[in-house]
Every structure is written in C-alpha cells, then in structure tokens.
C-alpha cells in the first residue's frame, strides 16, 4: 500500500474531526398569491446581489502527463483525507470542497480549494498550510517510527497572489517509498492546495509538469 494512503489512513480520525462539510444551500420555493406578491418577489429577487462564482477545479487534462491518462473524480465537500497526512491536524475549520485524480497505475492527485471571509484570511491560510507542509517530514517521523521522510523547497511561482512548491519524499523500514509533490496558491481570499504522489524517489517526481499544473490551479480559479 502506498505510504501516502497507509498514513492517510492512519490519521483518518484526525482528519474525519477536522474535516467540514460545505454549508447546505437553502432552495427558495415560490409562495401562493396575487400578482401583487408575485411582482414584489420578482422585484426583491431581481435587487438581490448576485452570489459569486465558485472558484473551478482543475481538468484531468492539466495534470501533469501520465502513460496512461488520468480520470477525475466529481468536485466534493470536504477536506480530503488524502492530504491528512501532511493537513489533517493543521487545517482550520472552513467549507472545502476538492477533487481527486487518479491513474490505472499507483499515481494519484488531489485538489483542494477554500474561499475565505478577506483576502487577509487567505494570506494567514495560505501560510498556514505552507508552514504545515514545511514541518510535515518531521511530524511524520516523530509519529510513525518506522517511517524515514525528507521533505524539500521548490521555490515559489509568479501567479496571482503567489504560489508555493514542495516535495516530500518517504521510505518505510521494508522498503516502499513514495514521492509527493504539494502546492499552496492564492488568489485573494481564495486557496487551493494540488498534492500529487507516486511510488518512488525525487528523482521520479514531474517537477516541471508539477509547477504548470500548480500555476494552472491559481490562474483557472476564476
């Protein structure tokens, strides 16, 4: 079992806790009356402000390449427990939505995207998730023994508010190793974070074909 899934499993109580569910949208059904209660309906819905656009999701299609292709999951409520190992215990309380990738082999992506109350809500957001991400070898040595993890800066890119790029990299003591690629990006109140893994060291990693994808998700946004 890939080690991202085996630790993901692991803390998935953590993560079950932590995770909020999107809040449920009201349906507005029309009420009985005269032409009257029908025109100032009409009238208050017509001066309502119009409620913004979700932010989008990437497409199977800007991943990065893989020999088999990728297939997308549906946009979901909630904080993925596939990024639980490196988030599960750093992620404050707001409505996430996400959408996991997969391939027919052992290589896997998620996307996960929040819009905050302010652009100064994003910004402490995003520096929280890249701290977390940042300390995230160590915590998993520190709580899985067995586990060897280093973790790795790739820098940041030029899009929007910012982006940020990150790998890590695990060995467990019977030999499996998994690479994972991670990024933070924002665009004013809104963040989303692209974790892509496979089986495998660094050196297997799409680093290049990471960064665009990372851009991708912040540009598409909205």
Request: aromatic share 6%.
């Amino acid at each position: 079992m890939p080690i991202r899934t085996r630790v993901a499993a692991l803390a998935a109580l953590t993560a079950a806790a932590l995770a909020v569910g999107a809040a449920a949208t009201a349906q507005a059904g029309a009420a009985p009356g005269g032409t009257a209660q029908k025109n100032a309906s009409a009238q208050k819905n017509a001066s309502a402000p119009k409620k913004a656009a979700a932010p989008r999701f990437l497409a199977a299609s800007e991943l990065p390449p893989h020999p088999t292709g990728w297939t997308a999951g549906p946009v979901t409520d909630g904080f993925p427990e596939q990024l639980a190992y490196c988030l599960g215990e750093g992620v404050p309380a707001y409505d996430y939505r996400h959408r996991l990738f997969h391939t027919e082999l052992d290589t896997s992506a998620v996307q996960v995207t929040v819009v905050t109350g302010s652009a100064a809500k994003g910004k402490a957001l995003a520096d929280r998730l890249n701290k977390e991400i940042r300390t995230c070898a160590a915590r998993l040595e520190r709580l899985y023994p067995e586990i060897e993890a280093e973790g790795r800066f790739f820098g940041t890119l030029p899009v929007e508010e910012g982006a940020t790029v990150h790998g890590l990299h695990t060995e467990t003591s019977y030999g499996a190793t998994d690479v994972n690629l991670l990024s933070v990006g924002r665009d004013g109140r809104t963040v989303t974070v692209v974790g892509w893994g496979q089986m495998g060291g660094f050196d297997d990693a799409p680093l290049a074909a990471f960064k665009k994808t990372a851009k991708k998700a912040v540009t598409k946004l909205y």
